[in-house]
């Protein structure tokens, strides 16, 4: 079992920036890929950028030069740093984790980005 509790999320005007931090525990050895998801009022969930545990790391085309996913194994957490932020960024921005063929999530935190 992985749980993950993501924090970070706010209200910030366009052009500001936000780090989402996503706290992994319970069997993170077995994590082989984590990454962040967001999704908007009346749209699907999207996935925004991911990193595996071999370090490859792929963005969507929204956020490239934008956002950076990072990682501190040493505190089992993975950040999505979010830069330019633009109204459209606003979502609830979810993380998962891959493990042994599972897929977890965490409960989600909302990113508002006023114009």
């Known amino acids: 079992q992985v749980q993950l509790v993501e924090s970070g999320g706010g209200l910030v005007q366009a052009g500001g920036s936000l780090r989402l931090s996503c706290a992994a525990s319970g069997s993170i050895i077995s994590i082989n890929w984590m990454g962040w998801y967001r999704q908007a009022p009346g749209k699907q969930r999207e996935l925004v950028a991911f990193?595996?545990?071999?370090?490859?790391?792929n963005y969507a085309d929204s956020a490239k030069g934008r956002f950076t996913i990072s990682r501190d194994n040493a505190k089992n957490t993975v950040y999505l740093q979010m830069n330019s932020l633009k109204p459209e960024d606003t979502a609830v921005y979810y993380c998962r984790g891959n493990s042994d063929g599972r897929a977890y999530w965490g409960q989600g935190t909302q990113v508002t980005v006023s114009s």
């Open positions: 990193i595996t545990s071999g370090g490859y790391i």
